[in-house]
Every structure is written in structure tokens, then in C-alpha cells.
């Protein structure tokens, strides 16, 4: 029996061929199966993908027993309130940054430079009265022995990832630095599993931060979006090198790393390089 269990059951992507749905969005299920956990990263952009997925997998919407919010954008967050009606009523711990609630813009260039509201498009007494319970921490949160959230991430060891970001400060729009942006550390057999949303607080941060609030000396593996979607090329190519580094077993970069990064990651990684996309399960 595996200690752990990681799927991905919202992704852009259906790279491989499989009757999962995919649309804009990430959402992944990690459960520590010794422990008897189920922990939902993240919900996807609609709910339905999400209502779809879950019920091909056959897993039961009421078996999850924490839901953590990466941060605030709709495609992370967008499935909370179908995923808390799927539930009928059971109450849910949702754990998210205190700035879960705050208003968020993008102003993309690879969108033509239009902007767009992209905060959580629920308010939280909607979501309360369909169970949400919610615990907002900066702080790191243990879930299990072998799952934390990371709360807010240190901007110590590399930039942040949230170009085109945008947010109200005193009626003005300002560059956000996605400071709630937050990682789910996994404490695996073979090292450190990190999980990104949309890795806005930049990888060398999650990876960094993850390595030493977990006692990990290594680096296992990294899943999930790096937001490299619109970055300089000299960024990408700055992060490739960086993943290399760390000789991680396994990347499934996914989400809005963007189609540009993954030749190159792939290229660079190796053998650790795995496809992500809906339906990338792994077992530990
Ligand atoms: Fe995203
Ligand atoms: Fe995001």
C-alpha cells in the first residue's frame, strides 16, 4: 500500500489520452493514505470538471476531508462552491491566505493586454452557508505528518512569478506581488514533494522554503504550475536551470507553466520530466 497518493484532477491540459475532462485551472486530490486524509488542492475554474472527474475516479466529494486554496484566482478557487453543493451541507475546513477575499486584476500581455477581474468570484457568506469553515493562516498549517500547507512563502531566494498581477490599493490599481499565493509540502519516502497553484511566489522560493520548513534535504519531485505563461525567455530559461539543480526525481510542470517552457524543461530534466495534465497520478 502507497504512503501517498497525488492526482491531478484540473489541468489546461489532457496530454494523454484519457476520459478526464481538462479546461483552464488546477486542481489536485493528496491523500495520505496511511493517515486516512484526503486534502483537495485547489478546485479548478468551473466546478463541472471538477463534478466530472471526481466522479469517473470515484471518489466521493463528502470523503475529502481539507480543501486548501493555492490563492485567490478563479481558476484555483472557481470549483469551491459546486465542490461545497456536491457536499450537501457537510461543513469542510478550507484552508486559504487572509487575502483570500481581496479583489485581484490581470492585465496580460498574451491576452492583448485587456483587464480582467480574476479574484474569487464567491464572497464568504456564500460559501459559509454551504459548509466552507474556513481557516485563513499565513502561518504554516500541518495537515498530517506528511502534508502542510506552507502559508506565506519568503520571497528570499528568487523573484516572484505574478507579472500582468494586479490589485486596489486606496481606488488604485498597483502590481500585486501575490503574497497569498501558497504551496502544499509533502514530506514523501524519497524527499520533498512540493505542489504548486500557479507557483506565483516563484519556484526557488516554494522549493527553498519547502526544503526548510519540512527537513527535507532533497528535492523528490515539483507538480503543478510554475507561471511561466508570458514570462521573459531569460526567466524561463533561469528556472530550467534551477530545477536541474536540485536533481529532482520527478517535474510535471502543469497549468500555466505555459506551452513555451515545456520543451525546454524536458529537455533539461530528462528522465524526471513527466507530462502533467488531468489524470497525472503518482503513488509513494
Ligand atoms: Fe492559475
Ligand atoms: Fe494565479
Not at 210 to 221: D, F, P, R, V
Request: hydrophobic residues 40%; negative net charge; glycine residues 12%.
Amino acid at each position: 500500500m502507497p504512503a501517498l497518493r497525488l492526482t491531478v484532477l484540473v489541468d489546461n491540459s489532457a496530454p494523454l489520452p484519457t476520459r478526464l475532462l481538462a479546461e483552464y485551472g488546477f486542481a489536485a486530490l493528496v491523500e495520505d493514505v496511511e493517515a486516512g486524509v484526503r486534502v483537495l488542492f485547489d478546485t479548478g475554474t468551473s466546478g463541472h470538471v471538477l463534478e466530472y472527474n471526481l466522479r469517473l475516479l470515484g471518489v466521493d466529494p463528502k470523503s475529502v476531508d481539507f480543501v486548501v486554496l493555492s490563492h485567490r484566482h478563479y481558476d484555483h478557487t472557481g470549483g469551491l462552491r459546486r465542490f461545497l453543493e456536491l457536499r450537501e451541507g457537510k461543513p469542510v475546513t478550507v484552508v486559504a491566505h487572509p487575502r483570500l477575499f481581496e479583489p485581484a486584476y490581470a492585465r496580460l500581455r498574451a491576452l492583448g493586454g485587456v483587464l480582467r477581474d480574476i479574484g474569487l468570484p464567491y464572497t464568504r457568506r456564500e460559501l459559509e452557508g454551504l459548509g466552507a469553515r474556513f481557516l485563513l493562516s499565513r502561518k504554516p498549517v500541518q495537515l498530517t505528518e506528511r502534508i502542510t500547507v506552507s502559508g506565506e512563502i519568503p520571497r528570499e531566494w528568487g523573484p516572484t512569478h505574478a507579472w500582468g498581477m494586479l490589485r486596489l490599493h486606496n481606488g488604485e490599481l498597483v502590481e500585486d506581488d501575490m503574497t497569498d499565493d501558497m504551496a502544499l509540502y509533502i514530506d514523501s519516502p524519497g524527499g520533498l514533494l512540493a505542489l504548486t497553484g500557479c507557483g506565483h511566489a516563484g519556484v526557488e522560493n516554494i522549493v527553498e522554503y519547502g526544503l526548510e520548513a519540512t527537513a527535507s534535504k532533497t528535492l523528490y519531485g515539483l507538480v503543478g504550475g510554475l507561471h511561466l505563461l508570458g514570462a521573459p525567455a531569460e526567466r524561463t530559461t533561469q528556472v530550467v536551470r534551477y530545477l536541474a539543480s536540485k536533481q529532482p526525481r520527478l517535474v510535471a510542470a502543469a497549468h500555466c507553466t505555459g506551452p513555451l517552457a515545456q520543451g525546454p524543461l524536458a529537455q533539461a530534466l530528462g528522465d524526471a520530466y513527466r507530462l502533467g495534465g488531468v489524470g497525472f497520478a503518482l503513488e509513494l
